[in-house]
């Protein structure tokens, strides 16, 4: 076994020498190939061709052949490990076959620097720090060395180019702007740089942008740039892209800055051409008809704007100087503001700069203001549950020798008071002492002998609440609004008697206090968003009872429920702001001692009541903005229609009507919206003649009357 043993191990390791061996022979002969191609390299003719081979080799193999290819001095970094793979069919020129080893290095991260004829072979990571071909007088578009450039930028900003070139570079790469020369350095592999030359090259073209400066001579610089502004930005938005031409006014002047492209700049012209135009009023003096604001109001708020930022800038409007007249002249005798609230108009005499800034304002001011609908729920419910039992007896003597007693838990008000008083004389006014609920009596009641009575009473009482109020209201952003639905119930505050003039004669006199007794909403709304900042006070009070002789005495009492908040709602949304729920139980008993606890017996000797009331009352919130006429138009006709659809039931069920004939009023049925017919799109021309003729349309001529 030990021989075979031998043997066996002697066979393998013959084999791992042979192969061993084998492998020795071929990296000579590589070895010994490479350097005869390099030495031939070195001192042959130009025309000799390398086919490289290398197939998972380590990569300081294929730096070997490479510097005995070129004749180059090449130096590794210990860090640069891999296995690398270069084939090729055909052969290549030494410095093609550089080429192909560069774009291997680029291919596994690493970089080749050369200086002063040493190539170091590096990871890219370094890239930054090493000097490499700095500032070539021409990059190769084919290279994978490493270059530094500088770009000098001629018409674009080279600071809004690194964020368009970053993306196109590698991590390693470098890439900054220097903003004071307008130049870009680039440090990348040289076939990227070159690439990144020709992108800036073709975006830094020198284009038609000059800049024309425009003279007005009749319309305000800041008008006409919001008019051309907004016409270009609805345009841009059109067609997807951005404005292709710049305006800016320079008010000092009165001019305006147009630069962009030629064509568009003729167009831009064009079109400040046509509205520089005079208007046929003339002068200084503008009539402005308001739509929605007070004329009155807001010549006053005018006035302090105008005398305000004359004070601020140093002119007329010195310290001290006199207010403002109610003719309407400010502080600057050059402006007056005046109000027609017969046309409800602002008459302004200003120069153009003051008279711009002023319909700014009047712009800003005079809008549509949105209103809120506030509906408010009041509910109510209340279940109120009674019962008493009880028993009420008395004996009398007719003797002074018997005896008299009884049991009466009510005193003089007891049943069995009042039954007999009924039963001796049945007269009005006893039977109506007679109790309510259900009594049996039984009695003797003479003249002679003993008199006695007895009484049980039973009553259970219930009552059931279910109220639900409404009220509603609709008033303008920021304004306050008041819904009262109430009586002036009047109270007795006091009351005394004096003697007359004449002998016996007496006059009473009394002293009252109306109170408004009913609902009684007030609302502040505030839109921000679509969210509705609610200012609400909320009072619902009634009265306890009728009023004896229409007037309510001092024992009248008057139940109040009222709520002050304020509250954020969103558009459309509920919120309860307040309520109560309360459950009361309470119980009593009037009975006799020691004989009122005998079982059975005890009955007879005691009263019980009893009483439970649950109440919940809540108040819920509810508000709606009505941005326009179709919101307030569709909440007009959802309470017209209820209210109608309310008319038409009353009386359905009558089939012997108590006046034949009569005809019920009714509400006509509701109109519909108005609808305005729909018109083409404007071109842009007609944009600008219609935003030139509505601005002089608002400043000369009235608003058309609403139609009913």
Not at 423 to 447: E, M, Q, Y
Not at 519 to 544: F, G, M, Y
Not at 667 to 678: E, G, M, S, Y
Request: with cysteine.
């Amino acid at each position: 076994m030990n021989r075979g043993g031998n043997a066996a191990w002697g066979l393998k390791m013959s084999k791992v020498l042979s192969v061993r061996h084998w492998l020795s022979v071929r990296l000579l002969v590589v070895a010994s190939l490479c350097a005869l191609a390099a030495t031939s390299l070195v001192s042959a003719q130009p025309g000799q061709r390398i086919t490289p081979n290398f197939k998972d080799a380590e990569i300081g193999q294929v730096i070997e052949a490479v510097a005995a290819a070129t004749g180059k001095t090449i130096i590794p970094d210990p860090r640069v490990r891999a296995q690398v793979t270069m084939l090729s069919s055909t052969a290549m020129s030494p410095s093609a076959f550089y080429e192909a080893f560069l774009a291997l290095l680029s291919v596994h991260q690493f970089i080749a620097v050369e200086t002063g004829g040493i190539v170091r072979i590096l990871p890219d990571a370094n890239a930054r720090q090493i000097p490499a071909n700095d500032l070539p007088n021409r990059v190769s578009s084919t290279s994978d060395e490493l270059v530094t450039q500088i770009i000098s930028v001629q018409n674009v900003s080279a600071a809004q180019l690194v964020p368009v070139l970053r993306p196109l570079m590698p991590q390693a790469a470098h890439l900054a702007a220097y903003p004071a020369s307008n130049i870009l350095i680039i440090s990348d592999r040289a076939n990227n740089v070159s690439r990144l030359m020709r992108i800036v090259q073709r975006i830094d073209r020198v284009g038609d942008t000059d800049v024309d400066v425009i003279n007005l001579q009749n319309a305000s610089s800041g008008e006409v740039v919001r008019i051309i502004n907004s016409f270009f930005q609805q345009q841009a938005a059109a067609e997807g892209g951005g404005a292709a031409v710049r305006v800016i006014a320079d008010e000092r002047s009165n001019s305006l800055l147009v630069g962009g492209d030629q064509a568009q700049r003729l167009k831009v012209k064009a079109l400040i051409a046509h509205l520089d135009t005079p208007l046929d009023s003339g002068g200084d003096t503008q009539v402005r008809y308001l739509r929605y604001a007070d004329s009155e109001k807001l010549a006053t708020r005018l006035k302090e704007q105008v005398g305000a930022t004359i004070a601020i800038s140093g002119g007329p409007a010195a310290a001290g100087a006199a207010p403002a007249a109610a003719t309407g002249v400010t502080s600057d005798r050059s402006v007056t503001i005046w109000a027609e609230p017969e046309t409800n108009a602002l008459v302004i005499t200003a120069p153009r700069k003051i008279m711009q800034s002023l319909m700014s304002v009047v712009d800003k001011i005079d809008i549509r203001r949105a209103q809120v609908l506030v509906e408010a729920l009041i509910v109510e419910i209340n279940d109120t549950n009674g019962a008493s039992l009880g028993v009420s007896w008395v004996i009398d003597g007719s003797k002074a020798d018997q005896a008299v007693g009884g049991f009466l838990p009510n005193g003089a008000a007891s049943p069995v008071v009042n039954l007999a008083a009924a039963a001796r004389s049945a007269t009005p006014a006893n039977l109506a002492n007679v109790p309510g609920g259900f009594s049996v009596g039984v009695g003797r009641l003479a003249d002679t002998g003993i008199n006695f009575a007895a009484v049980i009473n039973a009553i259970r009482t219930n009552a059931k609440n279910n109220v639900i109020a409404t009220p509603s209201t609709v008033t303008l952003d920021n304004q306050e609004a008041e819904l009262k639905v109430a009586r002036e119930v009047p109270f007795l505050t006091g009351q005394f008697t004096n003697t007359g003039a004449a002998a016996g004669s007496v006059n009473p006199f009394q002293t009252v206090q109306r109170q408004e007794v009913g609902l009684i909403l007030k609302a502040t709304p505030q839109i921000s968003d679509e969210n509705v900042l609610l200012k609400i006070e909320l009072e619902d009070s009634q009265l306890e009872g009728a009023t004896a002789g229409g007037v309510a005495d001092l024992n009248q009492i008057t139940s109040k429920r009222s709520i002050k908040t304020t509250v954020l709602i969103d558009d459309g949304g509920t919120v309860v702001i307040g309520g109560l729920l309360s459950d009361s139980l309470s119980s009593s008993e009037s009975r006799v001692p020691f004989l009122g606890k005998i079982p059975l017996i005890g009955e007879l000797f005691r009263t019980r009541t009893g009483d439970k009331a649950k109440r919940n009352l809540m108040l819920f919130l509810r508000p709606r903005i009505l941005h326009d006429g179709i919101d307030a138009q569709i909440e007009t006709n959802n309470k017209y229609n209820y209210m109608r659809e309310e008319q038409r039931k009353q009386g359905r069920g009558e089939f012997f009507p108590i006046l034949p004939g009569a005809k019920k009023p009714m509400l006509p049925p509701a109109p519909p919206p108005p609808v305005k017919p729909l018109k083409a799109a404007p071109t842009p021309k007609e944009v600008a003649e219609a935003a030139e003729a509505e601005g002089a349309a608002a400043q000369t001529t009235p608003p058309a009357e609403p139609t009913p």
